[in-house]
């Protein structure tokens, strides 16, 4: 497909639909009759997502949001050389590697890093709605969450990004933290550097 559709236009097969479908289902239920301020990457496949998570339009407040979208691939038209370049890829580490033309995990962190900036300003509006939905992409989906609760690389690139049509929560516990609703897969134990609590130029 990526041969003749770039990456933000292609849109759902008809499995995505059912698992947007079921997704909605479960939103639905945890939001109740709460408001909801929804977040949407400009791809195609992220509004079809968003429209049929069924979501009372009464209640939602829906942006827009570019700094969600996918991580940018660069030019995926050489079929042989897309096979290189993942193979690169996950030998050097998912965050580092940067694709030819395009960007790196630790790219997709600085714009999500400046979103969350954006996001932690509209909370001290007093008509903020109680709830954010994000509707974006695994690997950014594991990005927000690795600056959110401050994991280390090695951290994030043990995890395995969600499978499509699955959510995540960020839950406020009683001790004033947010934790995750359940874990990411992990594929592999962490290996750190070393520390990271202290900061020296190398």
Do not use: I
């Not at 236009?9 to 947007?20: F, I, S």
């Not at 989906?141 to 280390?152: E, N």
């Not at 516990?173 to 897969?185: A, C, T, W």
């Amino acid at each position: 497909m990526y041969e003749r559709v770039p990456d933000h236009a292609l849109g759902l097969t008809e499995a995505g639909r059912r698992q947007a479908a079921e997704a909605g289902k479960r939103l639905r239920e945890t939001f109740a009759d709460e408001r909801v301020s929804v977040y949407v990457s400009p791809y195609r496949r992220t509004h079809q997502t968003l429209e049929l998570l069924g979501l009372d339009p009464a209640r939602t407040r829906v942006r827009e949001e570019p700094r969600l979208r996918e991580q940018d691939w660069g030019n995926w038209q050489d079929r042989e050389d897309v096979r290189k370049q993942k193979a690169y890829r996950d030998a050097y580490g998912h965050f580092f590697y940067r694709f030819a033309q395009g960007e790196s995990g630790a790219d997709v962190y600085d714009r999500v890093d400046a979103f969350l900036e954006s996001l932690w300003r509209s909370f001290e509006d007093p008509a903020h709605p109680p709830n954010v939905l994000l509707v974006t992409h695994g690997l950014t989906m594991r990005l927000f969450c690795m600056r959110w609760l401050h994991w280390t690389v090695a951290e994030f690139e043990s995890l395995s990004n969600p499978g499509n049509g699955e959510t995540r929560a960020l839950l406020l516990g009683s001790d004033g933290r947010y934790h995750l609703d359940r874990p990411f897969e992990r594929w592999c134990v962490p290996e750190p550097y070393g520390l990271t609590s202290w900061s020296v130029r190398r």
